[in-house]
């Protein structure tokens, strides 16, 4: 077991010890109020060694994970470190995005009854494709209304796995969203 509770064993998939080991790296940083790091993480074109090194764990043994796995580990590094700018105490986060931006806006208009999440939530379904940018969006909802994050691990497995033919993260994400009450497969 790692120190922030994320179990790095032979029982997990390889994309899942590969997450496994970039949200600990992650984490760290913070721990160790590695700025400089969590700073560079933060400018998404900037070819930094924070971000090569984010990258490089999509890459065990060598074996890169999948086509687009260096991109989705880039990718969930500068949300956590977007998130947790000027931030000095960790976030770690439960749940998928869609169970996250359920807690999204103000007394009665949270969730499906805020049309702007509802209309988010619906764009990044939709896509074949990872929408980066508009997850990005949903992360700065996240942080601009003080609300927990999704559970970072599951962030990186579930964008890692959005390309399956069967489009499973989408439909959980999607129950969490529209349906958090029934407690789909979350990871809290």
Same mark, same amino acid.
């Given at each position: 077991?790692?120190?922030? $509770?994320? =179990?790095?064993?032979?029982? !997990?998939? %390889?994309? *899942?010890?590969? &997450?496994?080991? #970039?949200?600990?790296?992650?984490?760290?940083?913070?721990?160790?109020?590695?700025? $400089?790091? =969590?700073?560079?993480?933060? !400018?998404? %074109?900037? *070819?930094?060694? &924070?971000?090569? #090194?984010?990258?490089?764990?999509?890459?065990?043994?060598?074996?890169?994970?999948?086509?687009?796995?260096?991109?989705?580990?880039?990718?969930?590094?500068?949300?956590? &470190?977007?998130?947790?700018?000027?931030?000095?105490?960790?976030?770690?986060?439960?749940?998928?995005?869609?169970?996250?931006?359920?807690?999204?806006?103000?007394?009665?208009?949270?969730?499906?009854?805020?049309?702007?999440?509802?209309?988010?939530?619906?764009?990044?379904?939709?896509?074949?494709?990872?929408?980066?940018?508009?997850?990005?969006?949903?992360?700065?909802?996240?942080?601009?209304?003080?609300?927990?994050?999704?559970?970072?691990?599951?962030?990186?497995?579930?964008?890692?796995?959005?390309?399956?033919?069967?489009?499973?993260?989408?439909?959980?994400?999607?129950?969490?969203?529209?349906?958090?009450?029934?407690?789909?497969?979350?990871?809290?």
């Amino acid at each position: 077991m790692t120190d922030n $509770g994320l =179990l790095v064993t032979p029982l !997990r998939s %390889r994309d *899942e010890q590969a &997450a496994a080991s #970039l949200v600990s790296w992650l984490h760290g940083l913070i721990a160790a109020r590695n700025i $400089g790091y =969590l700073s560079d993480l933060r !400018r998404p %074109r900037a *070819e930094t060694v &924070a971000r090569l #090194l984010a990258g490089n764990y999509a890459v065990p043994d060598g074996v890169a994970l999948g086509p687009n796995a260096i991109e989705v580990f880039e990718a969930v590094a500068y949300l956590f &470190a977007r998130f947790h700018a000027g931030e000095s105490t960790l976030e770690k986060g439960s749940g998928s995005l869609g169970y996250a931006l359920t807690r999204v806006g103000s007394d009665g208009h949270r969730g499906t009854d805020n049309p702007g999440c509802v209309r988010l939530v619906s764009q990044i379904l939709v896509s074949r494709e990872p929408s980066f940018r508009r997850v990005q969006h949903g992360i700065d909802l996240l942080r601009a209304d003080s609300v927990k994050p999704p559970n970072w691990y599951q962030l990186a497995v579930d964008l890692l796995r959005w390309t399956s033919p069967d489009r499973t993260v989408q439909h959980r994400w999607a129950q969490d969203f529209y349906l958090p009450h029934t407690n789909s497969r979350r990871v809290h």
